[in-house]
C-alpha cells in the first residue's frame, strides 16, 4: 500500500466539522409519524394527480377496456386485447408502492401471534372512519403486513400474511366491504429501519395501507 505524507500541517478539524454537519442535517431528520386519526389518513390516502392506474384483483378484468378486444374495419374485426393491468397481489413490493398513496401503522399484535392486541384499537376504528368517508368511499387498499427479522424467514412470510388478514377481518367486520380490501404479507423482506435495535424491530412490525384503486371482486 502506498501512503502520501506531507511535512506541511494543514488543519483539517474544520473540514470534517462540516462534512458531519452536513450528514446530520440530511441523514439524522426523523420520518414524519404516521397518521392517527381519520382526517390525517383521509389526507394521506387521497390519490395525487400522477399515481399510476387502479390495480385489480385476481380474476377480474377492468371495467375500463383493458383485456377487451376492439372492433375495427367494415368486417368488424376484433383487435388483439390490450394489455391488462396485473392483479394487485401478484406484484413484488417495491412495483406496488411505486407512486402509490400509502400509509404505515404501528398495529400491535400479540406475540408470534395475529391477534390484535386491544391498545390497537382505536387506531384501526381511525382507519374504520376515514374509509367510510366520501373522499375514500371508493377507494381499494393492499394491506400489507411486515414483521421483523426475529424467527425463521419462512415463519414470518406466514406470520406477515395472518396478521394483515387479521387487520383486513376487523375492517370488514366494522362494515367496510370485502371488495375493497386485498390482505398481503411481505415477511420480513422490507423493513425500514434496523433490526437491530428494539425500536427498530418496532418499526418494521407494521401493516400498511396502500391505495391501489380498481375494480375488485374479494380477496383471493
Known amino acids: ?23 446530520g442535517s440530511t441523514v439524522g431528520a426523523a420520518p414524519p409519524p ?17 399515481a399510476q392506474p387502479g390495480l385489480r384483483l385476481r ?27 396485473p392483479p394487485a397481489d401478484t406484484l413484488d413490493y417495491p412495483t406496488l408502492v411505486r ?3 400509502k400509509v404505515a401503522a404501528l398495529i400491535h399484535f400479540d406475540l408470534n401471534s395475529a391477534r390484535i392486541r ?13 374509509l367510510k368517508s366520501p373522499a375514500l368511499a371508493d377507494a381499494v387498499l393492499v394491506i400489507a403486513g411486515h414483521t421483523d427479522s426475529i424467527g425463521p424467514d419462512e415463519r414470518n412470510l406466514v406470520l ?10 376487523y375492517l370488514v367486520e366494522r362494515g367496510i366491504a370485502p371488495s375493497r380490501l386485498i390482505a398481503k404479507g411481505y415477511g420480513e423482506g422490507y423493513p425500514v429501519a434496523s433490526n437491530a435495535t428494539t425500536a427498530g424491530r418496532e418499526l418494521n412490525r407494521r401493516s400498511e395501507f396502500i391505495r391501489v384503486d380498481g375494480s375488485a371482486t374479494g380477496n383471493r
Do not use: C
Not at 160 to 169: G, T, Y
Open 1 to 23: 500500500m502506498t501512503t502520501f505524507q506531507s511535512n506541511n500541517h494543514v488543519p483539517y478539524g474544520w473540514l470534517a466539522g462540516l462534512i458531519i454537519g452536513l450528514a
Open 34 to 50: 404516521p397518521p392517527e386519526t381519520a382526517a390525517e389518513i383521509e389526507r394521506a390516502l387521497s390519490a395525487p394527480g400522477n
Open 59 to 85: 380474476g377480474r378484468p377492468s371495467p375500463d377496456g383493458f383485456g377487451v378486444g376492439k372492433l375495427r374495419g367494415p368486417a368488424g374485426i376484433v383487435d388483439d386485447p390490450t394489455t391488462t393491468p
Open 99 to 101: 407512486d402509490r398513496p
Open 118 to 130: 386491544g391498545d390497537a384499537y382505536k387506531l384501526l376504528n381511525e382507519y374504520v372512519s376515514a
Open 160 to 169: 406477515s400474511q395472518e396478521r394483515a388478514r387479521a387487520v383486513r377481518d
